[in-house]
């Protein structure tokens, strides 16, 4: 697709890469300036669009008449013009139906905190459609080059959330970008490479993106973590969160630098609001904290009889499956503990104290019952080693009766 095009330049003969063919006057032209530019309208989703579908023009004159001489001709917009200059497309039915796309984009951004500061009040210095899309080498969401592929969507936002300068104007940290690299979020998006991962665009949406309210949180949040959002709405602290006292799930995980849930965290985030001496909730959380540990411990004691048991060959398939069972239990009390409910966690563990108990009989059992057959061979042992001993004794003196030495 590429040719190369000879330029003389103070008497050398330098070679350029080329197009191989110019699709329109506007890369003939913009060749010459800027090369990248041209290549990357040719790479992008409106590589069929074209430079006038979106610039007006006419790209068959070779000449400044192209612009000049033509109505159509839009140039390129002002910051402040570009929602407007992208939805004229993209807000167009007929345009967006053939590649199913949405065409409600523009009015979603009108209503984000981007678009208020930029048709509210007249602030271009908010994000607009091309910085976080590009403008020229625009690449579709699911092409890991797109800076809006899930991989890249925190560092797109990031270039004007990690800029302190350009955050101190709107009273906002910039601090969340690196924050959201040090959680569990970024740990499963980078390290596991689960796209499926939340994002910024996740939590705050991506053309309408607003900041989640106090009331809006849980539902956030719960969009993904379903069950500990339907235990979190049973617990003492969804009417405090309701009244707005409370930002939910924030609380006690933070919103952007969100850690891995242990029981560090148990311990400090009850503090933050349970401070007085006489506040019985930490005696919850105690209670919650040792059932939880006592459960670890014996799931942890019994794996291991189990695996020794299994390594001598004894059957152990059903214990096998019960110890599933218990640590499934376990799983499934991490959500649910978002209940407060001390009665249901005391249940969860006696049915898998019970369960473990089983187990740690089964595998006595066998222990036992291998330790009786084998005391069972000791006198088969023995009889055998004293008939061995008859019988030599009984050999030496045939020989010897029959004169052997």
Known sequence: MMRRGVLLFGGVLLFAAQPA????????????????????????????????????GNPAVADEAAMTDDPSFKGKPDRKDIPNFCGGCHSDVRK???????????????TSKHGERLFGAGDDNVAVCADCHGSHGIKRPKDPASSVHPTNVPATCG??????????????SAAHPAD??????????????????????TCHGNHGAVPP????????????????????????????????????????????AILHPTEDLLRTACRECHQRPDDNALDVRDEFLAGFGQLRRDLSD?????????????????????????????????????????????KVIRENTDRLDQIRQSIKKKILSEGVRRLMFVPIFIFLL???????????EVEQTNGRP
């Open 180 to 201: 959201y690299e040090r959680s569990v979020h970024a740990h499963a998006l980078r390290v596991r490479k689960d796209l499926s991962a939340p994002t910024c665009a």
């Open 302 to 346: 019994v794996s291991g009889e189990l695996h020794k048991a299994a390594v001598r060959g004894f059957e152990v398939g059903e214990a096998q499956v019960q110890m599933e069972e218990a640590k499934t239990a376990l799983i499934a009390l991490t959500p649910a503990q978002h209940a407060l409910n001390l009665v249901d966690l005391s």
């Open 386 to 396: 004293v008939l061995s001993i008859a019988c030599a004794a009984k050999r030496a």
């Open 159 to 172: 270039q004007c959330h990690s800029d302190a300068a350009k955050m101190s104007k709107y009273k906002l």
């Open 96 to 110: 967006m139906n053939p590649f199913r796309l949405p065409t409600d984009q523009l009015a979603h951004y009108k």
């Open 213 to 256: 309210g106090v009331r809006d949180v849980s539902e956030i949040c719960g969009s993904c973590h379903i069950r500990e959002a339907e235990s979190f709405s049973k617990s003492p602290h969804a009417a405090v969160t309701a009244a707005g006292k409370m930002k939910a799930c924030v609380s006690c995980h933070s919103n952007h």
């Open 21 to 56: 063919a110019f699709a329109s006057s506007c890369e003939s032209c913009h060749f010459e300036s800027d090369p990248a530019l041209v290549e990357g309208v040719r790479s992008s989703v409106h590589a069929q669009v074209g430079c006038h579908g979106c610039h007006g």
